[in-house]
């Protein structure tokens, strides 16, 4: 028991440090971007240099899940954390009728 203490006591620092970091990510909401749209991705077509710049510094999301198959469900999901069913949203919203 007294063995647990000291270490313990030696990852307490490690912990509070670790606490006080806030994690940085940047998110990009994009309509029609395609899997491999970015440099970063496999892109040999877009040149992304300042987005590959970033994932090269940081970690590449490469698993996930589309709440819907077009764009505003998935935005109200993105920005309520509910299906779209939940938020009666199940279509893409049409735009200004004005010429």
Known sequence: ?????WIGLLLLPAMVLAANEQPNFVFLLVDDLGW???GCYG???HETPNIDKLASQGMLFKNGYAACTVCSPSRAAILTGCYPARTHLTDWIAGHKRP
């Open 1 to 5: 028991m007294n063995g647990l203490k």
């Open 43 to 45: 892109s040999e077509f």
């Open 36 to 38: 491999g749209d970015f």
